[in-house]
């Protein structure tokens, strides 16, 4: 081989090593001679996740209030009022009497006297009616409330004064009377009689209401 053809094929060789010296390497053949690598974009931290609450404890139940029982009720105790229980007087309590008193007037003094072992309350007038005939005679005089009625013992007596009048040409007489008491009720009372001879029934006729005294029942 001449030496010029010779030359020539070193020149050559040594062109493709300088070409292959100077060349991108393969790792930078896509980008380019010193290109910055790409940074992965950081990853954004992810919020912690917030551990489960855990569950609150149930309160508990609040126990029902037991059942109250009811207090017996206590047995009442007597009043100290002496006359709490004292009711009105009725025929079965007393007994019953008139006597005369003015034989001019033909008035009668009426006499009860409590024969109970109890005592009981005298109230308003005495209910006075004449034998056979109708009507009866009219109260005469206002009586006391029933707080201020007359308390008749066992044994005491309690007077009224039945006013009767002169004769005239309607007046009748009879021989006796029926009395019954007063008591703000309905109760049914057998009618007590007295004996009232002569005595002078007319418009006239009154009674006076229940006293504690003979005196005042005859001058009411």
């Known amino acids: 081989m001449s030496s010029v053809r010779r030359a020539a094929l070193v020149l050559v060789a040594a062109s493709a090593l300088a ?13 380019g001679t010193g290109a910055p690598t790409a940074t992965p974009p950081a990853a954004t931290p992810s919020t912690p996740v917030k551990p489960a609450e855990s569950s609150k ?3 508990p139940a609040t ?14 105790s007597p009043s100290t009022d002496p006359d709490y229980d004292v009711f009105p007087c009725s025929t079965y309590d007393v007994t019953f009497t008139a006597s005369l008193a003015e034989s001019t007037t033909s008035s009668y003094l009426l006499k009860i006297t409590n024969k109970s072992g ?3 309350r005298m109230l308003g007038h005495p209910v006075v009616t004449f034998g056979d005939l109708d009507g009866q005679a009219k ?3 206002a009586a006391p409330g029933v707080e201020d009625a007359i308390r008749l013992a066992p044994g005491e007596s309690a007077y009224a004064g039945l006013m009767g009048g ?17 008591t703000e009720s309905d109760l049914e009372q057998v009618p007590l009689k007295a004996s009232t001879p002569g005595f002078n029934v007319s418009e006239e006729n009154s009674v006076t209401a229940w006293t504690d005294n ?3 029942a005859l001058s009411l």
């Open 57 to 59: 404890p149930s309160t």
């Open 19 to 31: 070409l292959t010296a100077c060349g991108p390497s393969e790792d930078g053949a896509a980008g």
């Open 214 to 216: 003979a005196e005042d």
């Open 118 to 120: 109890k005592p009981c």
């Open 139 to 141: 109260k005469r005089g």
């Open 166 to 182: 002169l004769k005239g040409p309607k007046s009748k007489t009879v021989s006796s009377i029926a009395m019954t008491m007063d």
């Open 63 to 76: 126990p029902s209030k037991p059942v109250k029982v009811p207090t017996p009720a206590k047995p009442v």
